[in-house]
């Protein structure tokens, strides 16, 4: 090897007339620009050892600029041990010299825990800065270059070397920059050359990157649009399937993408239902239908729910489903039930002229039902509707109508909708009329429709209403991609799913979207279990709410449906409860039942227990012994101020259950990922401040340990924090 070479000296191609081309290997051919090669080996120039040193300077302020922090921190200590002989041989005042230490470490502790807020970090630092002054005046007084002091100096600088090198600021750094390299390499692979990592976070089931890719030439549409093969390419690098990894343009920064990748089969457990699986809240009171949306199932990328709102301040919210044969439509269905009738003022019925199923199976759970060829009574419910539209419009205005179990929401789900509607059925020309009245004058009035049909076309709604009018729209697995287009118009475009390829093999399948366009996808409950959920059914019970006496009495033949059945002799004296709607009192004001129907008595009766038990769960036992005000006042004093307590103070701070558990159960989940406060914060839902104090509690019990500080720390439980490499990146 030359000895330029060897040394790692360079020749300059502008001295050798070079072609000006950098590196080795296209170096220069010619001598003097003169087109004649050098000999091999044979160099113009001289090594001289001036070159050779500062060669051997460049190389070694290169090999510091590559870990700038512990590398300069090993050449300061190294250059300080002479520095103290020089001051020896200098003999200033050391007491001078030693009394800088106080305001170097001052400033030095201000602002790197300003910057950071670690305390080892911070205190490293500090010590490391304010020993220099120490070490001079000590050298300046009893000189360097001596075995003891040597030995001392070298130990206690590889000591703080160690503390500063090893401090989680730095370490959370490592890891940082370990992560963008795996990724620099990744997006080498992929194309994605220039651009630069901004955020990798855990999710659910894998992680989410924010890419800064403005230096790459491409824009995020690009890059995020479906045939665009970057998920493709990115899952291949992974070793995962294409649709494991999803790309999406970041929502406030059209310079950013958002790569979701998930590690773990997001279908790989079944959507139990709660109600099935005995997991249900113990919260058993029934809600209003405004406490919030319906649930429908799980969102397996979040984990969130598949909600769906059939009636909020803004009124009713019709639902159009798509779903062709064996999609899970009677499942979807039966969620829908359960959901709605679990609320005090929603009243449930059921048209399902085709097959009957619905009745057959919640039949005690609606309100009213027209099964297997009961073109009558579907067009008797239809028109029940329309009276109740007319009569609610006409008290109220047309204001929005305010559901309560005396005036519920009417929601009526029609399956198989083309026999209802459609061209071929033989009530068509009657019930389109009636469901169109729903479609366009319900919102308001509080009656809702959930049609469901095999596909989206006018042949099988009869009418164009399900499309223009109904908010919601729910497509499950559907044959071909293009009978998406008959509901959801834009779908691609939009970055919906689609719903012919999405998890495939998975049943039960489901894409909602509501008025807003706002869409989720997952996997509907599984409630296909038609004996487990009669069984539920039976359960559930008659519904509480009955809709207004007034406008019961209207209703031909609503007296006589079924279960609802109320002689008018049960009605009580005083009573106006006619044809199964709410009693009144004398003074024209409701009951809110009918006083006369037994069971929905039982019900309201089961009801109440079971409110008032859970509205008693979370109630505290009384004390065995008082506490006087003082001590209450000393107890907030210490949880208020736990960031600045004494360990031993903190340690002797019980943590209350609702306060540790939701933190220790995220922690458990999370393992050695470790969990950030704010998510801490949002999993115990409560201020940051109070949290905050409690993290500091907690870790001084000892249950979690937090490493970093401000934005960068994270929370472990004990048993996962993670030891001198906490570099857990990103691992496909
Ligand atoms: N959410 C789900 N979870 C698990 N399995 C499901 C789910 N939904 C549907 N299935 C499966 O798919 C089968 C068909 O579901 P379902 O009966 O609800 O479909 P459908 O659309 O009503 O069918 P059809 O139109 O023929 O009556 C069920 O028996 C069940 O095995």
């Keep these: ?195 630069k990592l901004i955020s990798a976070d855990d999710t659910r089931l894998g992680q989410c990157f924010r890419i800064d890719i403005r230096a790459t030439g491409k824009r995020a549409s690009q890059l995020a649009r479906p045939g665009s093969g970057l998920a493709e390419d990115l899952a291949a690098h992974l070793a995962l399937p294409t649709e494991r990894v999803r790309i999406s343009a970041d929502a406030k920064h059209a310079g950013i993408i958002v790569i979701a990748v998930q590690l773990i089969d997001p279908w790989q457990g079944e959507v139990t239902h709660p109600a099935l699986s005995g997991t249900a809240s113990a919260d058993a009171a029934r809600r209003s239908i405004m406490d919030g949306p319906l649930v429908l199932g799980l969102d397996p990328d979040s984990g969130d729910d598949l909600a769906l709102s059939v009636f909020d301040k803004a009124g009713g919210h019709h639902t159009f489903l798509v779903a062709p044969t064996g999609s899970g439509k009677t499942t979807l269905y039966n969620n829908l039930i359960e959901q709605a009738s679990d609320r005090c003022d929603v009243l449930v019925m059921g048209i399902d002229v085709a097959k009957g199923t619905l009745g057959a199976i919640w039949g005690q759970v609606l309100d009213a039902h027209a099964g297997i060829g009961e073109y009558d009574k579907a067009l008797q419910i239809l028109a029940w509707a329309g009276v109740v539209i007319t009569e609610r419009s006409r008290a109220s205005g047309g204001r929005n109508h305010k559901p309560s179990p005396s005036a519920p929401v009417l929601l009526i789900l029609i399956d198989e909708l083309d026999e209802v509607t459609g061209y071929n059925s033989p009530i068509g020309t009657q019930a389109k009329a009636l469901v169109e009245k729903i479609y366009r004058r319900g919102r308001s009035a509080g009656v809702v429709l959930a049609t469901a049909s095999q596909r989206g076309v006018i042949q099988y709604t009869g009418t164009k209403d399900p499309h223009a009018n109904a908010d919601n729209k729910i497509v499950l697995r559907v044959n071909r991609a293009s009978e998406m287009n008959n509901v959801i118009p834009g779908w691609e475009l939009a970055g919906m799913p689609n719903m012919e390829t999405y998890a495939r ?227 496909p």
């Excluded at 300061?76 to 041989?89: F, N």
């Excluded at 130990?155 to 703080?160: D, I, K, P």
């Excluded at 103070?649 to 922690?667: D, K, M, Q, S, T």
Aim: proline share 6%.
């Design 1 to 195: 090897m030359a000895r330029g070479e060897r040394f790692g000296t360079r020749r300059s191609p502008r001295r050798t007339g070079g072609s000006g081309r950098r590196g080795w290997a296209g170096g220069a051919p010619s001598r003097y620009g003169d087109g004649l090669p050098y000999p091999a080996g044979a160099y113009r120039d001289r090594l001289s050892a001036g070159r050779v040193l500062a060669a051997g300077v460049r190389g070694y302020g290169r090999w510091v600029a590559r870990a700038p922090e512990t590398r300069g921190l090993a050449s300061g200590l190294a250059a300080l041990y002479p520095a103290g002989e020089v001051m020896h041989a200098l003999g200033p005042e050391p007491l001078l010299v030693g009394a800088l230490a106080p305001p170097l470490a001052l400033s030095t502790w201000v602002g790197t825990y300003k910057a950071h807020r670690s305390v080892k970090y911070s205190a490293t630092l500090t010590a490391t800065v304010a020993a220099v002054p120490g070490w001079l005046a000590f050298a300046a007084h009893w000189g360097a270059f001596n075995l003891p002091t040597l030995v001392g100096y070298t130990s206690t600088a590889a000591l703080a070397w160690s503390a500063f090198t090893w401090s989680d600021v730095l370490r959370e750094r490592r890891a940082w920059q370990a992560r963008q390299l795996r990724w620099d390499a990744l997006a080498t692979a992929v194309g994605l050359e220039d651009s």
């Design 505 to 731: 093999g998975v049943h039960g399948v489901a894409l909602v979207v509501d008025g807003n366009s706002l869409w989720r996808a997952g996997r509907v409950r599984d409630l296909s279990d038609l004996d487990a959920v009669e069984a539920l059914a039976g359960r559930r019970g008659a519904p509480v709410a009955c809709l207004e006496s007034a406008i019961a009495a209207m209703l031909p033949g609503y007296g006589e449906r079924h279960h609802r059945s109320v002689p008018a002799s049960a009605v009580p004296s005083g009573g106006k409860g006619i044809g199964g709607g709410c009693a009144t009192r004398s003074d024209g004001t409701d009951w809110g039942i009918n006083p006369a129907d037994s069971t929905a008595i039982d019900r309201l009766a089961q009801d109440m227990v079971a409110e008032i038990e859970a509205r008693l769960t979370d109630m505290p036992a009384p004390p065995a012994q008082p506490t006087s005000l003082n001590e209450l006042i000393a107890a907030k004093h210490a949880v208020e101020h736990a960031d600045a307590n004494d360990p031993a103070v903190n340690r002797a701070i019980p943590v209350p259950e609702h306060i540790a558990r939701p933190i220790l159960r995220l922690l458990a989940q999370r393992g050695p990922a470790g969990a950030r406060r704010d998510e801490l914060v949002a999993a115990v839902g409560r201020s940051r401040s109070v949290v905050a104090g409690w993290l500091a509690i907690l870790r001084d019990h000892g249950s979690i340990t937090a490493l970093g500080a401000g934005r960068a720390a994270r929370y472990y439980l004990r048993e996962y924090a993670p030891g001198d490499d906490a570099s857990e990146g990103y691992e």
